[in-house]
């Protein structure tokens, strides 16, 4: 059960939250796509785990994107969410918590997000 190929394309579950008020709510379970889009650029995309598949985050891996390993088996990123959480201040940053099932599946997530911002520069 790999976590992520080389190229990119693989996936695993995982349990995202996001920051309000200096405690993180649930968002949702779901599949965590890391996608190659054009200019070298990764997309980040985490599909809900229902029949509907809805799309709990989908963004563009930035070199300027802060992403920070915490915890047993979370990594942390700061974006601008979309969809949206906050209707009000659709385009403020969220910090948003990925947590993973085994503390590798967290090395092996940040260490990708890591060269992937990279390779966006």
């Given at each position: 059960?790999?976590?992520?190929?080389?190229?990119?394309?693989?996936?695993?579950?995982?349990?995202?939250?996001?920051?309000?008020?200096?405690?993180?709510?649930?968002?949702?379970?779901?599949?965590?796509?890391?996608?190659?889009?054009g200019n070298?650029?990764?997309?980040?995309?985490?599909?809900?785990?229902?029949?509907?598949?809805?799309?709990?985050?989908?963004?563009?891996?930035?070199?300027?994107?802060?992403?920070?390993?915490?915890?047993?088996?979370?990594?942390?990123?700061?974006?601008v969410?979309?969809?949206?959480?906050?209707?009000?201040?659709?385009?403020?940053?969220?910090?948003?918590?990925?947590?993973?099932?085994?503390?590798?599946?967290?090395?092996?997530?940040?260490?990708?997000?890591?060269?992937?911002?990279?390779?966006?520069?």
């Amino acid at each position: 059960d790999a976590f992520f190929s080389k190229k990119g394309g693989g996936f695993s579950r995982c349990k995202l939250f996001y920051k309000k008020d200096q405690e993180f709510k649930e968002k949702g379970v779901g599949m965590l796509h890391l996608k190659p889009v054009g200019n070298k650029k990764t997309q980040l995309l985490v599909r809900a785990d229902t029949n509907l598949g809805n799309i709990l985050l989908n963004v563009l891996v930035q070199p300027s994107m802060p992403c920070s390993r915490t915890g047993k088996n979370n990594v942390i990123i700061v974006c601008v969410p979309n969809p949206s959480i906050d209707e009000k201040n659709p385009d403020d940053p969220v910090t948003m918590l990925i947590r993973v099932k085994t503390s590798e599946d967290a090395d092996d997530l940040y260490k990708i997000l890591l060269e992937k911002k990279e390779l966006s520069q």
